[in-house]
């Protein structure tokens, strides 16, 4: 009964999403064109939740970074967007999912549309429109640029977020895509990555790396016996409501991988196996932040539900639900402690991109080699079953094959890019444009001018402005 229901909203929406192509030349309904438009509108939808999840990143950035940076790192994530969508158009599809070698796709360059549906084999038989396969992986490109992103608050220049950001989206995501998605090396050797623990979010998170390590610490991060400093971000509600979108809109991530809404439902028990996972992170994260610092730490309860999204993205078509509550918790408890260790190490990153998308997302591809199932591995038609499902060594070695990889080829090529910018251009703006935040220096307004125009005034003279 439920089906039905399911069924009977779907084909109602679809009749408004696709008017004409709804009815054959008799007027009537034909089931080719029926599961066509419903498998459309359902792809439509989940593109748009991952679309909309950089409104996620952008609240959770924002209130991640002091006041005087929020507008700047709020209105990246639009130009985000924008260098995603053009990138990707000029090039990026192409090397990703156009037909070429098992290293990257060789057609499909400057993309037009339907008629080039021949330069993109690994599409013809997925019953979904290549406009909007189109669209829906431009929104996986975008949130794995926001990922590399977080390793440069604070203290890198506009332009470097530019010119990297392009190169990313043209050339190191969509070689990435190609060799577990698109007819690559890695996705022939039966690589488990269903929505992206690895292509997505340990791509995106080892440039952050990459880029975190050559800007190096943001003034007053560390004292002189190298012991951190905590710099709070300005507005934890932001926090608390960016997390609540970004876990929404992994219901598209996830679940929309399907790309139908047909058959027996498949998204739904994906959709099951996400949000476990992630309720578990949020869980573990608190309790092991309350034992450990005594406090219930509300950031960290943050990053263990982000966590825990992340490790979840790769293995939610693959492990039963109770697997799928144990890698959440994991990856809870995971990126709290790594979080602070990179701290500890040297290592400033803002928003704790590496450990929230990097360290999770390597332990969502290990996970999958130990519990992926016999009969989930059979009905995605992808790897083999995992080790505590009897499969042996095979599958973990396959993942754990594909997190050396693209670890070791993002990084290099990161490290390459960014070192050159560095030489040339520089990276890192000014001491005294980071001192007075990079809404003022790079953009000319704050994102609060009031209280950044009361602050400056009441700084200079010493005594509260009135």
């Known amino acids: 009964m439920k089906k039905k229901w399911l069924y009977g909203v779907l084909i109602f929406l679809a009749s408004f999403a696709f008017p004409v192509s709804a009815f054959a030349a008799e007027g009537e309904v034909t089931a080719p064109v029926l599961e066509l438009g419903l498998n459309s509108l359902f792809v439509f939808v989940a593109a748009m939740l991952v679309f909309f999840m950089q409104a996620g990143f952008a609240l959770l950035e924002a209130g991640t970074v002091r006041m005087k940076n929020a507008g700047h790192v709020a209105g990246k994530t639009v130009l985000t967007l924008g260098i995603s969508v053009l990138a990707w158009w000029l090039i990026g599809f192409g090397f990703a999912f156009g037909d070429g070698n098992s290293f990257l796709g060789t057609t499909g360059f400057l993309f037009g549309g339907e008629g080039d549906i021949g330069s993109f084999s690994v599409f013809s038989e997925i019953g979904v429109p290549l406009n909007l396969m189109f669209l829906f992986q431009m929104a996986f490109a975008a949130v794995s640029l926001a990922i590399a992103c977080g390793g440069m608050a604070e203290r890198a220049k506009l332009s470097v977020y530019i010119i990297f950001g392009t190169i990313f989206i043209v050339l190191i995501y969509p070689i990435v895509a190609h060799w577990v998605w698109g007819g690559g090396w890695l996705g022939n050797l039966g690589m488990q990555d ?8 340990l791509t995106g998170a080892t440039a952050a790396l990459a880029a975190t390590i050559l800007l190096k610490p943001r003034l007053g991060k560390y004292n002189k016996d190298g012991k951190p400093n905590n710099i709070p971000g300005h507005n934890q509600v932001l926090t608390v409501l960016g997390v609540i979108i970004l876990w929404i809109g992994w219901f598209g991530f996830n679940p929309g991988s399907a790309l139908t809404p047909l058959g027996d439902g498949f998204f739904g028990y994906v959709l099951m196996t996400t949000n476990l996972a992630a309720a578990a992170g949020a869980v573990a994260a608190l309790l092991i932040s309350w034992a450990v610092m ?71 591809a290990v996970s999958t080699g130990l519990f992926a199932t016999p009969e989930l591995a059979e009905t995605t038609g992808v790897g083999k079953a995992g080790l505590f499902y009897g499969g042996g060594f095979g599958q973990l070695g396959v993942q754990v094959l594909g997190v050396i990889g693209t670890f070791a080829f993002v990084l290099v090529l990161s490290f390459l890019i960014l070192g050159i910018m560095k030489w040339t251009m520089g990276l890192r703006v000014t001491e005294e444009e980071e001192t007075m935040g990079l809404d003022i220096s790079e953009h000319g307004t704050y994102g609060y001018p009031e209280q950044m125009n009361l602050l400056n005034k009441t700084t200079s003279s010493g005594i509260p402005a009135e």
Do not use: Q
């Open 194 to 201: 269903y929505a992206g623990s690895t292509v997505v979010h």
């Open 294 to 364: 005594g406090k219930s730490d509300i950031p960290s309860m943050l990053n263990g539900v982000l966590a825990a999204l992340v490790a979840i993205t790769g293995s939610c078509a693959f492990v039963d639900a109770w697997a799928a509550v144990v890698i959440g918790a994991v990856a809870g408890i995971l990126t709290f402690f790594t979080a602070r260790w990179f701290e500890r190490a040297g290592l400033d990153d803002p928003i704790y991109a590496f450990s929230v998308h990097g360290i999770a997302g390597v332990w969502g």
